[in-house]
């Protein structure tokens, strides 16, 4: 459990947070850019290849490694039994961490290391039609769409049928107890390098100079999350009831959209808001919240699926022949059951919210500042002495918020299924 709670942590905090953390635990030593931008990634992506790891060894076959570790020795095994049946979930982490780097312009715009994420997000601000630089995509896009077979294998191989929670107790047997020490020990520190600027930060005034961003910020992210969660819950059943094959090509598809950047998720709200009847969207900060949800429902949904539980069979039949209605079958039948799921969903999509940028500098209404959006303006124009401060509210609203609604999945979640 504290294994899967430091990733969701370590995921949901924002590379801003961490490229703050890093600079100050550093002091006075000088990086360059590019070393920077590399640390900061790697420490904010580095969940992704734990998750698809953890997944990957439910895939194992258990009873043949079993039999080869009484009668081999442990590098021996892991060289020729473990990292075969490994080779597609660390060939795919590696591909998932290079095209999300390679569409993340936010830092290295803070690092002063050039990248063509930055280019294009810069084109999207200073065009007077945002929509005519759409084009400048095309890199991004090309390399989302060039990892579709091996996100195919991914989505068919793993994620849509290695989520078995009650396997874990006999991966254990397969692990020594020394080697997940080592691993909860490094997803703390990750984790920690944005708590650890606690003890540097100056608090003072922080609630006073940023109280209007914090108000602002968990009831925004709050709605963009329970609407994703919705999204997310509907598909994901959509999703479930499908074959193996079928449900496959549409973790394909979430997994595409993950990796295109977030300004040309904005873009197409933005378009969407100017259709006839729709122009509603352009009130308040209707168009953030609908942004932000559509930017973190593909992961909510990949992670829904995962986590379903099959219905049973002879119960829906029953329920169709009786004609009971959807609305009450939801109310009294699958909500008392599948509240854990929904807990866990919404809070996933308040901590993704809470660090989502691109979306949140196209959108954002007039008047209207995030927490997220303040930081990285602070850092920008060089104003360090509310970075720390905030920098760490952000963080305590990622660990409450977060670790709440994980730690009521995990108490309410069905136990026993292999």
């Given amino acids: 459990m504290m294994a899967l709670l430091g990733v969701v942590f370590v995921f949901g905090v924002s590379p801003v947070v961490n490229l703050a953390a890093w600079q ?8 360059s850019p590019m070393a920077t931008t590399v640390i900061v990634l790697a420490a904010s992506y580095c969940a992704i290849p734990t998750l698809l790891l953890v997944l990957g060894l439910f895939r194992l076959d258990l009873a043949g490694t079993e039999a080869a570790a009484l009668c081999a020795p442990y590098g021996k095994v892991v060289r020729h039994i473990l990292l075969p049946q490994l080779r597609l979930p660390l060939l795919a982490a590696g591909a998932l961490v290079f095209a999300m780097s390679f569409t993340h312009g936010e830092v290295t715009t803070l690092t002063g290391y050039p990248v063509y994420a930055e280019e294009f997000l810069a084109r999207i601000v200073l065009s007077d039609d945002p929509l005519d630089s759409a084009a400048a995509a095309l890199p991004q896009v090309s390399v989302a769409l060039f990892l579709v077979p091996l996100l195919h294998a991914l989505g068919k191989n793993v994620l849509s049928a290695s989520w ?8 254990t047997t397969l692990i020594p107890y020394s ?5 909860f020990l490094a997803l703390s520190t990750v984790f920690l390098l944005p708590a650890a600027m606690v003890a540097r930060a100056g608090f003072e005034g ?6 209007v961003a914090l108000a602002s910020t968990v009831p925004l992210a709050m709605s963009s999350a329970m609407l994703a969660t919705i999204m997310a819950r509907a598909i994901a059943d959509m999703a479930c009831q499908l074959g193996n094959d079928a449900r496959a090509l549409v973790l394909t598809v979430l997994l595409v ?5 977030g300004s040309l998720m904005a873009l197409g709200t933005i378009e969407l808001s100017q259709v006839s009847g729709l122009t509603w969207l352009r009130h308040g900060d209707t168009l953030m919240v609908l942004s932000h949800a559509f930017r973190v429902a593909p992961l909510l949904v990949i992670v829904l699926v995962g986590i ?9 039949a029953f329920l169709a022949m009786m004609s009971v209605t959807r609305w009450y079958r939801f109310l009294h039948l699958q909500l008392p059951r599948q509240w854990p799921e929904w807990v866990l969903a919404f809070g996933l999509g308040f901590i993704l919210t809470l660090s989502e ?3 949140t500098v196209l959108t954002v209404a007039p008047g209207t500042e995030t927490v997220i959006l303040r930081l990285y303006n602070l850092m920008h124009y060089g104003a360090w002495d509310g970075v720390k401060g905030l920098a760490c509210v952000q963080g305590g609203l990622i660990v409450l918020i977060g670790g709440a ?14």
């Fill in 405 to 418: 609604c994980f730690g009521g999945w995990w108490w309410g979640r069905p136990r026993g299924r292999a």
């Fill in 164 to 171: 078995r929670p009650g396997l874990f107790d006999r991966i």
């Fill in 308 to 316: 379903h539980k099959v219905p049973d069979k002879g119960e829906q």
């Fill in 179 to 183: 080697s997940c020490c080592i691993t």
């Fill in 206 to 211: 922080v609630f006073d100079k940023h109280g």
């Fill in 257 to 261: 959209q993950v990796l295109l950047p």
């Fill in 24 to 31: 100050e635990l550093a002091g006075g030593l000088s990086l």
């Fill in 357 to 359: 940028l691109p979306t």
